[in-house]
Structures are given as structure tokens and as C-alpha cells.
């Protein structure tokens, strides 16, 4: 996909409900600027590229959840579609209750199993802790919430939270 015009961008963000059109422009700078070519062909590899994320194959697991909203499939090779990518946020932005849950609980039940495994909650933990965490501090969080709960994991990848304990601590932290 090459550049957008400001035309094709003003479609783009004319058909967003829920986000508004100022911020679909400065997300398009934004995503520009993960191209790794100059030629503005941003693609689902370019993201594993960005220093500010925790895993590049996380992120991959974000992207492939956001496509599979929007029916496409996304091999690391193939280019992000914008205009896909903000139907998709728009999506989830005006989602609300259980939906919004849903969403967010696909995005980190990276193996669809309807429970998130200890590694899947430390990816939660890390993108919602933002700065200043180091991996020991998350790991430690991880095995706090586990414990909380009543989950006793250390190396146990089956064992981790249901849906409706993650919608607790959702709603708890109102995310
Ligand atoms: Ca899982």
C-alpha cells in the first residue's frame, strides 16, 4: 500500500465512529514512521521493530487479533492496511462491557485455550505497567496475582485465570 492521500486519509477517518478524525491523522504519522523501507509500505514485521514494545511476538498476536476482526489474514511479510487497522481500533474503542472484555482477553489468550497462562498475564502486566518495571518486578506481579487467586503455577502452563477473573480485574483497574 503505498502513501495515502489526504483525500484517501480524510476517507479513512470520515468512516470512524468513535475516534475521532484528529487522531486517526496523527495515528497515520505514527504508523508511517514504523515503516522499515522508505516506501511508507508498513508491514506486520515492522512492528516487532518498535523499541517501545515488550515482544515483537506479542505485538504480532495484537495485529493477527485485529485482522482477524476484519477478516484478513496477516503473515509477518504481509502490509498492515491503515484503514483495516483503524476499523479495528474504532471497533474496540466503542465497544463497551462484555465486548470490550472479550476483545481485550482475545488479545493476551494467545492460544485460545479460555484461560490466560501465566506467560500470557505477564504480557498483560507489562503493556499495562508501562515504564519503569523491570522483567523480575512484572514476573513478581504475575506470580502475586496468580497467587491471590488461588492459582499455583511456577512452571505449570496450563493453570491461569478464567475470563471472569480477568473481567474482575479489568473492572478493578477500569481499563
Ligand atoms: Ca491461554
Known sequence: MAKLTSSELNKIAKEQSNVPSKVVKKAYKR???VSSTDDDIVKVSDFDRLPDLP?????HHVIGKFAQLTGATT???????????????DRYVGATGDDKTDFLFSLWDCDDDGILNRGELYYMLRIFNGDGLTDDDVWKQVDLVLGE????VPGDTHR???????KEMLEAASM
Open 31 to 33: 504508523y508511517l514512521t
Open 55 to 59: 515482544s515483537g511476538s506479542i505485538m
Open 75 to 89: 503473515p509477518a511479510e504481509s502490509p498492515v492496511d491503515f484503514g483495516q487497522l483503524m476499523g479495528a481500533v
Open 149 to 152: 487467586r488461588g492459582v499455583d
Open 160 to 166: 491461569g485465570l478464567s475470563r471472569d477473573v480477568v
